[in-house]
């Protein structure tokens, strides 16, 4: 064979192994490891200054809701963590545990998901009133959780207060619905009520996630105001 057909062979044989390399991110042993994502030891840093005009519009939304809330100070946690406009909430309506600060228009748009989409939902499906949300949380300095490689070091919505995990919600029958046991459970009821719950949510949020989105999702709904318009 004449020394040209080889070499086009060999490069034939060699591209697979090129574009694989490039779709995997084309990373070496020799790059380093993604920065840790953590709060700072010495505690967090208040930030000082005028609240924005949008997060004062984002207050007065919320006062006109009727629910109770306290602002919090801005503060940054290192690491990228920085809390900006966020929130206490106190009363929405239903109460949610273990919520921590929250970006008002995170909080804004879970108080209409709880009011507009989870509360008519539990009545229409499950014929009962919902009286006790279970959540994993709002902020967490951490990096994307079950991202793959793509997400590696990469810091959550949580690390900026902008996002809630949602594990469950308690009826006033004693039933608890939870993503992790009904999503794909056999009571057909509620697998209907989770999956109203998280299209209602997709048109409230700006990223909703489930268990259908990846095994990290298996037990709640990620539901965040950041980043591109995703819902699965």
């Known amino acids: 064979m004449p020394p040209s057909a080889t070499r086009r062979l060999a490069a034939l044989w060699l591209l697979p192994l090129l574009l694989s390399a490039c779709i995997g991110g084309g990373g070496s042993q020799d790059d380093p490891p993604p920065r840790p994502i953590r709060p700072r030891a010495s505690g967090p840093v208040t930030l000082t200054g005028p609240t924005p005009r949008d997060t004062q519009k984002c207050y007065a939304d919320l006062s006109r809701t009727g629910v109770r809330f306290?602002?919090?100070?801005?503060?940054?946690?290192?690491?990228?963590?920085?809390?900006?406009?966020?929130?206490?909430?106190?009363?929405?309506?239903?109460?949610?545990?273990?919520?921590?600060?929250?970006?008002?228009?995170?909080?804004?748009?879970?108080?209409?998901?709880?009011?507009?989409?989870?509360?008519?939902?539990?009545?229409?499906?499950?014929?009962?009133?919902?009286?006790?949300?279970?959540?994993?949380?709002?902020?967490?300095?951490?990096?994307?959780?079950?991202?793959?490689?793509?997400?590696?070091?990469?810091?959550?919505?949580?690390?900026?207060?902008?996002?809630?995990?949602?594990?469950?919600?308690?009826?006033?029958?004693?039933?608890?619905?939870s993503v992790q046991r009904d999503w794909n459970g056999d009571d057909p009821a509620a697998r209907q009520f989770l999956r109203t719950v998280h299209a209602s949510a997709c048109k409230r949020f700006v990223t909703t996630l489930g268990p259908d989105y990846n095994a990290a999702h298996y037990n709640h709904l990620h539901l965040d105001m950041g980043g591109r318009s995703f819902c699965r």
Do not use: E, M
């Open 70 to 177: 306290s602002p919090l100070p801005d503060r940054d946690y290192g690491s990228g963590c920085i809390v900006q406009g966020a929130v206490q909430l106190l009363d929405i309506g239903v109460p949610v545990n273990g919520l921590k600060a929250i970006r008002c228009p995170a909080a804004r748009a879970l108080i209409g998901w709880v009011q507009y989409g989870i509360r008519p939902a539990a009545r229409q499906i499950l014929g009962s009133d919902v009286v006790r949300i279970d959540s994993f949380g709002t902020y967490s300095c951490r990096a994307i959780v079950g991202g793959g490689a793509a997400s590696a070091g990469r810091l959550s919505q949580h690390g900026l207060a902008n996002a809630v995990d949602i594990a469950a919600f308690v009826l006033a029958d004693g039933r608890r619905i």
